[in-house]
């Protein structure tokens, strides 16, 4: 997706040279340096986003110091700076489910299913192994509890979605 994201990137600042564009998925954290360099990038966030990036929203709205926000890399005072790692959020369970009702569903297909309203989710993260071929984030596997799990499923089926794509990166190291 990163062609994509990059012609966004531009198209934003074709239309306001100052809005803030920030990166941030797995790119990021295989080539931090390099998706920081990128012209259009203005800040990306390093490791898991949920927390870190509304963070640097608020921040960014109040006029704040980006340099406080934990789990960044920005470009300011004419170089990149990196800030505080953030760490891992342990409890997969304390983030709330997307908003998927703000979307309209039927407007979105997956190229390989049936054709019905779909969605992803992820139930883990991390990895318990260290392949060295591997870019997944080692150490630190986290998986959301089992209801938690099935109670998104049902929110999705009371939005009218028939097929759930599970896109994490070690979804069957623990087959229960």
């Not at 934003?12 to 990021?28: E, R, S």
């Not at 203005?42 to 949920?50: A, I, K, Q, Y």
């Not at 896109?167 to 229960?176: A, E, I, L, R, S």
Request: include cysteine.
């Amino acid at each position: 997706n990163l062609i994509d994201v990059i012609l966004t990137a531009k198209m934003a600042k074709k239309i306001d040279k100052n809005i803030h564009v920030c990166l941030g998925g797995p790119q990021v954290n295989a080539l931090p340096e390099e998706s920081i360099q990128m012209t259009e990038i203005d800040s990306v966030v390093l490791g898991e986003g949920e927390i870190t990036f509304a963070e640097l929203v608020k921040t960014i709205g109040k006029g704040g110091d980006l340099s406080q926000v934990k789990g960044i890399q920005f470009k300011g005072q004419g170089k990149i700076i990196t800030t505080a790692p953030r760490g891992d959020i342990i409890d997969l369970n304390s983030l709330p489910f997307p908003r998927r009702e703000a979307l309209d569903i039927r407007r979105y297909y997956y190229v390989a299913g049936k054709g019905a309203a779909w969605t992803t989710m992820i139930a883990s993260r991390g990895c318990p192994y260290n392949c060295t071929f591997c870019s997944t984030p080692k150490g630190g596997y986290r998986v959301r509890s089992a209801s938690n799990i099935v109670d998104e499923m049902e929110e999705c089926a009371n939005l009218g979605i028939k097929e759930i794509h599970f896109v994490d990166d070690t979804f069957n190291v623990y087959p229960q």
